[in-house]
DNA sequence: TTATAGGTTGGTAGCGATACCAAACGAAAC
DNA sequence: GTTTCGTTTGGTATCGCTACCAACCTATAA
């Protein structure tokens, strides 16, 4: 910056600011200032001007797994609200695993993030300790916490689940299994768990711990527990896997065996993705709103950035059951 | 770290020591600044750290887009090598855009990121200036490069198609359409095309240009474009699609009408995806090694920065055909 | 003409770490 | 006891930028 500033005969501070705030500079200084910079291709260091300002323009992500396609409608849309307020994305994996999220919270509040966005609601105490002496703001989601640490945007698994299980009572189905996802560590697997107890409580149907099967969230483990459960309870008359993989898979083992959906076995999936609608059949589903999580989510980061008051938010976005073919 | 090094009744230097090479620092000095680090809950300031040793331990990765679950692999694993090393990953969005990869890439330069992985090997005129100029390393991917800018990681979209193409030809299949996703600054979806034909010519098949169909990539496009290419062809007697969403929605339509796959229709598709390998009928298609090259690109980067000596280097990781029930 | 204000420009002092060299220390050799 | 060498510790300058305040314009009003 300084060869810039001798180039273009004027002083390093004037530099600095014909590139931030262009209007506080006169046309002529900005003029001879941009010339320079086109000329010698310079990019000013965000890294001294971070430290020296002491605010950043870097907000960290961390969800359990990048992999999970899941995430990438909420991190695509993060990431552009973050573009377009001149911000970037550092994304972290926690894998499930509690430390894991520790020792990323621990490096991204080191890199000294302007703000966090955790796709996880129960943390390490540790954890909490950091973000809240960091005074960084953090949204968590993937569930509605009942005592966030700064802000929240989600929608809730547990309403989310009762939901989809009574309106499949209501479609006429008597004997629903469920499968889940891993509980371990995982509040939101939890969360739906209980959600669907709690419907099936309401409607007066038995609540067999039996008609619930852990399965991890690949496609045969769907196809798997579809069988399983069926072996167990011949008059299944319905199927519902907290995750799009599942359901799937689930749906290929019956094309497979022959069985009709939802003649023989109705099937009902969680999270609206494309493939569940252009199956055939299409897959009756819970449309969470991945991507406007995602979007409030940035949006609020952003809004506290530019000076909305630090109070506790939490938005509850809901979700949507889509009535389709396979039940 | 001032305080740091006060409440540890040593210095500041010390304290710096201690902290990134414990080696070099006495059991007793180590201790009290373990112990001051821990009481206060000290978190070093990267930022200082990297302005004052002008090292940074980010590397700033660019994709197409972060939607399409395609990445998600070679993300997961550049995510991983890097933390591996102690390092982290900012991601942008180029959205198949040579100005926005070029505005991305000056956003990452101008964070000072220790290296940069590209899913992209056609660039503006600037952004490869302004990639030289700054002397950060380099990782190509996507397609391999003729004039790589540093390093590349790849496979050859051109033989992978040709490849495929020929497979089909061998399983005795003569007309053989191909889906391709949108051609627009795209070089990979242009080497795909280009190794179609090729395969067509050395075949002594008639290399008929509606064969070819641009499709975006959904299920539907896919679904559509198979029902145009039989109404153009009605002795087509295979369809080879360059994603898999675009086969599986090919797939799902031949099912809605009833036609058997492979027998009135094969499919192929191109990446080797959990869900070409459950469909009903599993899908014929190119195991390409995303997360190898993930791996790869990341494990390269991490070596450059480690002292390895700045050569170009050029990694073809090659494919595989799986051969599945659809063709 | 001088005072006053508003708008620009420049100088100086950090931000919080690390690089580099000098000082202090301790152990081994004479 | 002194010298010497190697190891550990500390001081100072600096990384490249921005915050803050002082100095300087130019124009308008008194």
Chains 1, 2 share one sequence.
Not at 39 to 49: K, M, Q, T
Not at 125 to 143: A, D
Not at 206 to 231: I, Y
């Amino acid at each position: 910056m300084r060869d810039i500033a001798r180039h273009a005969g004027v002083s390093p501070m004037t530099v600095s600011r014909a590139l931030r705030e262009p209007a506080a500079v006169s046309e002529k200084m900005r003029a001879k200032v941009d010339a320079a910079v086109r000329e010698f291709g310079y990019l000013p260091n965000r890294i001294a001007g971070s430290l020296s300002s002491s605010r950043s323009n870097v907000v960290g992500l961390i969800v359990p797994g990048i992999r999970n396609s899941l995430y990438a409608g909420m991190i695509q849309a993060v990431s552009e609200v973050l573009r377009a307020n001149g911000m970037h994305l550092m994304i972290a994996n926690s894998g499930h695993s509690l430390e894991d999220e520790e020792a990323a919270v621990a490096a991204f509040l080191g890199q000294r993030v302007c703000g966090l966005v955790l796709h996880n609601t129960t943390h390490s105490k540790r954890t909490r300790e950091m973000l809240e002496r960091s005074g960084v703001p953090v949204i968590e989601t993937g569930n509605l916490p009942d005592d966030p640490i700064d802000m929240a945007v989600s929608y809730s698994n547990f309403e989310a689940t009762r939901a989809m299980t009574l309106h499949l009572a209501r479609l006429g189905h008597r004997k629903i299994g469920f499968v889940t996802l891993p509980l371990r560590d995982n509040d939101r697997s939890e969360e739906r768990r209980r959600g669907y107890f709690a419907a099936l409580r309401e409607l007066g149907l038995p609540a067999d711990d039996s008609l619930v099967l852990e399965a991890a969230g690949g496609f045969s483990e769907g196809a798997d527990a579809l069988v399983r459960l069926v072996n167990a309870h011949p008059d299944l008359d319905a199927g519902f896997f907290a995750g799009e993989v599942l359901a799937v898979g689930a749906l290929f083992e019956c094309q497979r065996r022959g069985w009709d959906v939802p003649g023989r076995i109705a099937i009902a999936s969680y999270d609206d993705v494309d493939l569940l609608k252009h199956a055939v059949p299409s897959v009756t589903t819970l449309r969470i709103p991945r991507q406007e999580i995602g979007r409030r989510s940035a949006e609020l980061l952003v809004q506290r950035l530019q000076g909305a008051p630090a109070e506790r938010v939490k938005v509850d976005l809901g979700f949507e059951i889509v009535q389709r073919e396979s039940t």
